[in-house]
């Protein structure tokens, strides 16, 4: 038995805040009746509607992709490139998933899919400080001063402070004139990677994110992808639901 503005929220109806003043509004009926209660339960088979039309209950799926570079992470691109959807089985696709947040066209790693829209929220609203860890192959070498100059946060978009929750420098390669960062963010602005090493004058020649929270790439090859296993899923809501409160 779930709560009924739970069950609104994970068909995607709206937000569970959302969902509480479409049910007082009077427009949502279970098998046929009107409910304003808030805390009304249904199962499974109870036959709810919206407007007088039946939500669809799907089943929520989650899973973790090992992106490649050369491909977007929306649903559909109107210049045709290739979408992060086509590197999906059939069946997964027909679950209509989605990436939470993105990563650019020539950005590889760590990227989730779902259609749990409630979880899509949360784990992309900032206020949840979500560590998301990058590496980046950075031009030429990055020196202490501007390391320090990145850790204390740098301008980007004109007036935004973007300050990295950690960053550490793995290797600095003389010989090839390049180094080697990793930069973990709380926050998930347009390129803002690049963006902020553009800021030191530098710039990234490879992205890739290793980690989301407590997930890692671990096992999934590139291209590939894997369903999260229930316990994960779990963690990822508590972490949100923690901050929060
Ligand atoms: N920062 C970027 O610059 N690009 C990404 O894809 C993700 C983070």
């Not at 020196?143 to 004109?158: A, F, M, N, S, T």
């Not at 710039?203 to 090859?221: A, D, H, I, P």
Request: aromatic content about 6%; proline content about 2%.
């Amino acid at each position: 038995m779930e709560r009924l503005q739970k069950v609104l929220a994970q068909s995607n109806i709206a937000s569970r805040r959302k969902s509480e003043e479409i049910i007082l509004a009077g427009r949502v009926k279970v098998n046929g009746h009107v409910v304003t209660e808030l805390g009304f339960k249904v199962n499974k088979d109870d036959v709810v509607e919206v407007d007088d039309k039946p939500i669809s209950r799907a089943e929520h799926v989650y899973f973790l992709m090992n992106k490649p570079t050369g491909y977007v992470s929306t649903t559909s691109d109107e210049k045709g490139r290739q979408t992060v959807i086509d590197l999906l089985d059939d069946n997964h696709r027909a679950m209509r998933v989605y990436p939470v947040g993105r990563l650019d066209y020539d950005t590889a790693g760590l990227l989730l899919l779902t259609n749990d829209g409630e979880f899509t929220n949360k784990m992309t609203h900032p206020e949840h400080e979500v560590e998301k860890e990058y590496l980046a192959r950075v031009d030429g070498i990055v020196i202490r001063k501007k390391i320090q100059q990145l850790r204390k946060g740098v301008i980007i978009d004109e007036d935004y402070l973007a300050i990295p929750k950690a960053v550490r420098l793995i290797e600095l390669d003389k010989e090839h004139q390049s180094t080697l960062l990793s930069i973990t963010l709380i926050e998930g602005r347009n390129k803002q990677v690049r963006k902020m090493i553009e800021a030191l004058g530098h710039e990234v020649k490879k992205l890739t994110r290793v980690r989301y929270s407590f997930l890692t790439l671990e096992g999934v090859e590139r291209g590939s992808y894997r369903p999260l296993k229930i316990h994960e899923v779990k963690k990822l809501y508590g972490l949100a639901t923690q901050k929060k409160s």
